[in-house]
């Protein structure tokens, strides 16, 4: 019997890497999928899947790796949205074509992500799609206009999406990542922070699983997930 298929757009070395291995734990066949794609490719031979190259925000690319997916693993079952952009700066200073270009990876891949995601899953009468979300998606801060405005449309859009998709059969949902995720680069900060108080890859990715295996009778539209000393 064929294995169900994990796409995950938007793969770096933390959360994106996370939910690779615990979807390939899961026992499904994992696609993986980011601009660049040499740097997945010891990723992909480490759980056994493939690597593709994409850009999200482009929608002949977003076809073109759905179609790779389809011909060499099968037409996916869960589809992740992880792919992000931030560029921090005063309402006053920014750039209109940085904005454009924050808003397109944050909100216009999910919509042309989710879409074809979507369409392969109505037929099929089944699938999940899950949307990562941050704080920005649920608060615009000061300096985070960039961030806040993508973040907001793809919240949007998740619930758009299941309201309309899931009576076909198809599980939309979002999480709001509320918190600063364990990496090298909040090495420093870990020191300062109590025992877990980064939020861990892996406990994200496993949230996810969560999500993907729920019962259609409890379906969750939006979760989200912060480290036990966040303040919220």
């Given at each position: 019997?064929?294995?169900?298929?994990?796409?995950?757009?938007?793969?770096?070395?933390?959360?994106?890497?996370?939910?690779?291995?615990?979807?390939a734990q899961?026992?499904?066949?994992?696609?993986?999928?980011?601009?660049?794609?040499?740097?997945?490719?010891?990723?992909?031979?480490?759980?056994?899947?493939?690597?593709?190259?994409?850009?999200?925000?482009?929608?002949?690319?977003?076809?073109?790796?759905?179609?790779?997916?389809?011909?060499?693993?099968?037409?996916?079952?869960?589809?992740?949205?992880?792919?992000?952009?931030?560029?921090?700066?005063?309402?006053?200073?920014?750039?209109?074509?940085?904005?454009?270009?924050?808003w397109r990876?944050?909100?216009?891949?999910?919509?042309?992500?989710?879409?074809?995601?979507?369409?392969?899953?109505?037929?099929?009468?089944?699938?999940?799609?899950?949307?990562?979300?941050?704080?920005?998606?649920?608060?615009?801060?000061?300096?985070?206009?960039?961030?806040?405005?993508?973040?907001?449309?793809?919240?949007?859009?998740?619930?758009?999406?299941?309201?309309?998709?899931?009576p076909k059969?198809?599980?939309?949902?979002?999480?709001?990542?509320?918190?600063?995720?364990?990496?090298?680069?909040?090495?420093?900060?870990?020191?300062?922070?109590?025992?877990?108080?980064?939020?861990?890859?892996?406990?994200?990715?496993?949230?996810?699983?969560?999500?993907?295996?729920?019962?259609?009778?409890?379906?969750?539209?939006?979760?989200?997930?912060?480290?036990?000393?966040?303040?919220?």
């Amino acid at each position: 019997m064929a294995k169900d298929v994990a796409l995950i757009v938007g793969v770096g070395p933390g959360l994106g890497a996370a939910l690779a291995r615990r979807f390939a734990q899961g026992g499904l066949a994992v696609a993986v999928a980011a601009r660049r794609v040499d740097a997945l490719n010891e990723l992909a031979r480490e759980i056994g899947g493939r690597a593709y190259a994409c850009d999200a925000t482009e929608e002949d690319s977003v076809s073109q790796l759905f179609a790779a997916v389809e011909r060499d693993l099968g037409r996916p079952t869960v589809v992740v949205y992880n792919a992000g952009a931030f560029s921090p700066g005063s309402v006053l200073e920014i750039n209109a074509a940085e904005f454009e270009r924050c808003w397109r990876a944050l909100c216009l891949g999910g919509f042309l992500v989710g879409q074809r995601a979507a369409r392969g899953m109505v037929e099929a009468g089944r699938g999940t799609i899950l949307l990562t979300g941050a704080t920005a998606s649920v608060r615009g801060g000061a300096r985070f206009a960039n961030l806040a405005v993508g973040k907001f449309g793809l919240r949007a859009l998740a619930q758009s999406m299941a309201r309309e998709l899931g009576p076909k059969g198809v599980h939309v949902a979002h999480i709001v990542i509320d918190g600063q995720i364990r990496s090298e680069r909040y090495a420093e900060l870990e020191k300062q922070r109590p025992a877990d108080g980064l939020l861990d890859p892996d406990a994200i990715a496993e949230a996810y699983w969560h999500l993907h295996m729920q019962a259609r009778s409890a379906w969750t539209l939006e979760i989200d997930l912060r480290p036990w000393v966040e303040k919220f």
